[in-house]
């Protein structure tokens, strides 16, 4: 793979040099010298105090009172770091990712950007980023960093995140850290706002998303928030703002300034970053009444879901990818069983399915279509030798419930999701550590049904042991109640 995309750690310091704060940037042009970053850590420094994040317009300098001093921390290319000083050009909003956010994460969820026991970003301040021109840095041979189009992404495609955590806090240790996952979820005009389980901290906002591409890494993304949360649920998933967006939305900033940019060239645009199936065609969303789930169709009139899902009684409707269709609950395990899992029969075939790994409708529920988290398999608990549950690292979030638990390696489906983790002694849920069942359990009954059509195939699921009881109670036996 090709070398990193050059990012760096910003640091603001009031007019009196007192700390203030810092983010991390990517250094997109050398000639002229242009570093962007997320505009979050100007706050301090409004006039107009918040309220000036609800406009519409590019704020000028003066619009920050004073403006503090900026400059840029990078790596030197003998080893150690450099700190060049740096101007703010203007602090620009992007429209499309503004309208992404408002469609994807409403108000009513109740979302918040930062550590659980900050305050973390205000919310009105995610679409805005700033330019800032490094004069020190200019290059009479540099170019652009090669950028790609978030419209070509795909969900599950594999990406790398590069970022400062804590941003210029300590660049000798933490500078241009990298970290890998895949694409989670993508909303807003060519894909404005793209979500990825790459880990992230505090200060990496600013830093940039890369893919690769045939002829090496291209940026694709900024970082607009590391840590989100929904409710009380850490959510582990990364905010991002295609960078083609800020660029739109920034034209007349840089048109004033003199600056052009450089097209992205015809046969990168032409050329989807990712290649292969359509990692959506196993799920379905599950919806009975109020209560929404995910499911896995495992045949076109078939699907597993989990009990909890549709045990509202309320009529039952299933959307594949491309139908809304009614189904029924042909078995659901009784509440006493430690499987939580339901077989609905659709009314109409469901059509053609791929088999690819996905989750379901967790995180941003059904705003934005089906999610995708990748991650390991962390554990398999086993009673008399054989797997009775799952442990994945996969980001798992209220929605997922149902969803398929796919090997990335074969396409083979492993399990159903049932739940993420939860401490009822600190109130805190942790959505990388989460349980599945395993489809061993599921398919020789799911056979005997197809054969048969008795639902009774699957009372089994009914009469477990005590151990695999206590397993999923998640708790040992004998021993006090499980916190979990």
Known sequence: MAAVPPCCAVRVRGADGGGHGGCSGLVLSRRPALVLCHAAVFAPFLRAGPAAWAGSAALPPAALRPCPRLSVVLGAEAGGLRELDARLLALVPCAAFRRALERGLGRAERWRFGAEDEVGTDPRALPWFAWLRVPALDAAEGGWAARASAGCL?????????????????????????????????????????????????????????????????????????????????????????????????????????????????????????????????????????????????????????????????????????????????????????????????????????EVSVVGFGALGRACGPSVTAGILSAVVAVDGRPVMLQTTCAVHGGSSGGPLVSSRSGSLMGIVASNTRDTGAGATYPHLNFCIPITVLQPLVARYRRTGDPDAFAGLNRVGEEVRATWQLQQRPGPPSKL
């Open 154 to 354: 795909r969900k599950g495609q594999a990406l790398l995140a590069c970022g400062s955590p804590f941003g210029d806090l300590c660049p000798e240790l933490f500078l241009n850290t990298l970290s890998r996952g895949v694409v989670s979820n993508l909303a807003g005009e060519e894909n404005a706002l793209v979500l990825t389980d790459a880990r992230c901290l505090p200060g990496t906002e600013g830093g940039a998303a890369f893919v690769p591409s045939p002829d090496g890494s291209r940026v694709v993304a900024v970082i607009a928030a590391s840590f989100c949360w929904k409710g009380a649920e850490w959510v582990g998933l990364t905010l991002l703002c295609s960078l083609a967006a800020i660029l739109r939305s920034s034209a007349g900033v840089l048109d004033e300034a003199g600056i052009a940019v450089p097209p992205v060239p015809a046969w990168v645009a032409a050329v989807p970053a990712s290649s292969g199936q359509d990692p959506l065609g196993w799920t379905a969303l599950v919806e009975c009444g109020a209560t929404w789930g995910s499911g896995v169709l495992l045949a076109p009139r078939m699907l597993l879901t989990c009990r909890h899902v549709v045990e509202a009684r309320a009529p039952l409707h299933v959307t594949p990818p491309a139908a809304v269709l009614r189904g029924r609950v042909v078995f659901a395990t009784e509440e006493s069983s430690p499987f939580d899992v339901a077989v609905v029969e659709l009314e109409e075939n469901a059509g053609r399915w791929e």
